[in-house]
């Protein structure tokens, strides 16, 4: 499989290439050159196959050009020391568990597979790499519990200061050794900025060999398809597929796996007050916003990065887009008290990012009684634990890898939010 850029067709790359560079020297996002037809192996899978089973297998398909099956195996194995799992609720509604990673977030996969792969390629190349990324809260943890120790690999992680919970906070500041966070006078979106304009930065990347763990990368977003190819392979019925939406890589993957054969008719995207998408879709105006603070907050991207990637797929045709998605956003006081209901109701604890998106399944579900969801859980309710005590007065329990957390000192560099800022760290720090 070969990659170009969304901002040139000419710029073709393999996908090593794509993996380590992260970001287009033209400032645009990898995407497939080609759509491959897996929709035979897609179909073969059942729910006896484990997932380790079914990564394996896609990877090698997909890759085959970059990674042997003995290294597509080993990848999946060591990635992938846990699985998703689904919960069935009441009104046709499940939830797809994504949290049961080292950070307890979905963004375990991506993470866990882009590690795993870099030290594959760069043990090949005697070679080493400078991980820059930038998080709204999930990303970053999984990005520094799948990479802490890895040989080779250092990782710079920016976050927004005062707009992580203190969990989240803790995931990214106490892990050390080889995982340096930064905490940025800002927002995402100025995080973002910064990490993107550090990969164009000739004096900066002349230097250092950059590469990203954002879902800009396709290293991240290729083994986020996995799961709803897993998650298929156990429904016995036709399923609406929601995911809480913010920067849209999950998404994106969704559309990916469907494009290789996974039959998946419809999706719905799930936003909270940062409601570009939605907006779009109502008007065809894409318009980015500055990104405003909820408590879902690792969706709070006002200028969602994967938007490229979407346009692309659909031809940057809104119709074709709406074909595909349909998308609601929910308001904070609609989350907490989604929140509420369903501890009141299910017994079942979930965190803002998965309220968000059961609210808009059962906005779907207004329209289309009938239909079966399942809403993509992305975190551990235990990473919220001030908002959940707040609208249940119950704290959920957490699991031993939070739990460990809490006596940990904080460490991490305060910075402005500017360019200048972030270059002047890395070149003097690399």
């Known amino acids: 499989m070969k990659f170009i850029s969304t901002r040139d067709n000419n710029n073709i790359v393999n996908f090593s290439q794509a993996l380590f560079q992260g970001l287009a020297p033209d400032g645009g996002l990898y995407i497939p050159q080609e759509t491959k037809d897996l929709g035979k192996l897609i179909n073969s899978f059942t729910e006896k196959s484990t997932f380790v089973e079914i990564a394996a297998e896609m990877t090698y398909s997909l890759l085959n050009d970059t990674f042997s099956r003995e290294q597509a195996q080993s990848i999946a194995e060591k990635a992938f020391t846990f699985s998703p799992e689904i919960i069935d609720l009441n009104n046709d509604i499940s939830i797809l568990e994504l949290f049961h990673g080292k950070s307890c977030a979905f963004k375990d996969y991506g993470a866990s597979f882009l590690a795993q792969s870099m030290e594959t390629l760069l043990e090949e190349k005697e070679k080493k790499a400078v991980i820059l990324t930038a998080t709204s809260g999930d990303t970053?943890?999984?990005?520094?519990?799948?990479?802490?120790?890895?040989?080779?690999?250092?990782?710079?992680?920016?976050?927004?200061?005062?707009?992580?919970?203190?969990?989240?906070?803790?995931?990214?500041?106490?892990?050390?050794?080889?995982?340096?966070?930064?905490?940025?006078?800002?927002?995402?979106?100025?995080?973002?900025?910064?990490?993107?304009?550090?990969?164009?930065?000739?004096?900066?990347?002349?230097k250092i060999n950059l590469s990203s763990a954002n879902s800009i990368n396709l290293g991240r977003l290729i083994p986020q398809s996995f799961y709803y190819i897993w998650a298929k392979s156990r429904l016995k019925e036709d399923t609406v597929f929601v995911v809480p939406s913010g920067n849209y890589g999950n998404l994106t993957a969704g559309l990916y796996a469907q494009s290789w054969g996974l039959n998946i008719n419809k999706f719905v995207a799930a936003t909270n007050a940062n409601d570009v998408i939605p907006k779009y879709l109502e008007n065809g105006l894409y318009n980015p916003i500055p990104s405003i603070h909820t408590i879902s907050n690792a969706m709070d991207v006002g200028s969602p990065s994967n938007y490229e990637r979407m346009a692309s797929l659909f031809n940057n045709d809104v119709d074709n887009f709406k074909n595909k998605i349909k998308a609601f956003s929910i308001s904070d006081i609609q989350t907490k008290e989604i929140i509420k209901e369903v501890y009141e109701k299910e017994n079942y604890i979930m965190c803002p990012h998965t309220a968000v998106g059961y609210g808009a399944a059962k906005l779907f579900k207004e329209n289309h009684s009938d239909s079966k969801m399942l809403v993509l859980s992305t975190a551990h309710p235990g990473k919220f634990t001030e908002v959940i005590e707040e609208v249940i007065s119950v704290k959920p329990e957490l699991p031993e890898e939070l739990q460990k957390l809490e006596s940990r000192k904080k460490v991490a560099t305060l910075v402005e939010n500017t360019n200048e800022a972030l270059k002047n760290y890395l070149l003097t720090t690399y």
Do not use: H
Not at 161 to 168: D, E, K, N, T, W
Not at 176 to 198: P, T, W
């Open 140 to 206: 970053g943890s999984a990005v520094a519990q799948a990479f802490v120790g890895k040989e080779n690999i250092e990782v710079v992680i920016l976050y927004p200061s005062g707009r992580v919970s203190p969990l989240q906070e803790k995931q990214l500041t106490t892990i050390g050794s080889n995982i340096k966070a930064l905490e940025v006078k800002g927002s995402f979106d100025d995080c973002q900025r910064m990490v993107k304009e550090a990969f164009t930065d000739s004096e900066i990347t002349k």
